[in-house]
């Protein structure tokens, strides 16, 4: 079992930077793919980035690009997520995944491991 834990939402103005947190532990062991998603009051859950084991390889929601960055420690346990330029439509609940194929990662669809969210607010 790998257990997710996000951290850095909050309540920001428009323009605002964050920078969530997903810390993994428990059998961190594997090759994980982790990634993030959020979902808004009435939406449904969307992706919005994922980064590979090695972080070589990065995607992004096209929404998000140019000012979400992915990232990933050393140590591959804790994955971050750095939003610039925030606009009231990131405005969601923000989740964190984890999976050994990219494939059901993005999809979203049985993803092995999710965190438990963390809120993101943005006001205008």
């Known amino acids: 079992q790998v257990q997710l834990v996000e951290s850095g939402g909050g309540l920001v103005q428009a323009g605002d930077s964050l920078r969530l947190s997903c810390a993994a532990s428990g059998r961190t062991g594997g090759r994980y793919v982790v990634g993030w998603f959020r979902q808004a009051p009435g939406k449904e859950r969307e992706f919005v980035a994922w980064?590979?084991?090695?972080?070589?390889?990065?995607d992004y929601a096209d929404s998000v690009k140019g000012r979400f960055t992915i990232s990933r420690d050393s140590a591959k346990t804790t994955v971050y997520l750095q939003m610039n330029n925030l606009k009231t439509e990131d405005t969601a609940v923000y989740y964190c995944?984890?999976?050994?194929?990219?494939?059901?990662?993005?999809?979203?669809?049985?993803?092995?491991?999710w965190g438990q969210g963390t809120q993101v607010t943005v006001s205008s």
């Open positions: 980064i590979s084991w090695t972080g070589a390889m990065k």
């Open positions: 995944a984890a999976d050994g194929s990219a494939t059901a990662l993005v999809s979203g669809r049985a993803v092995a491991y």
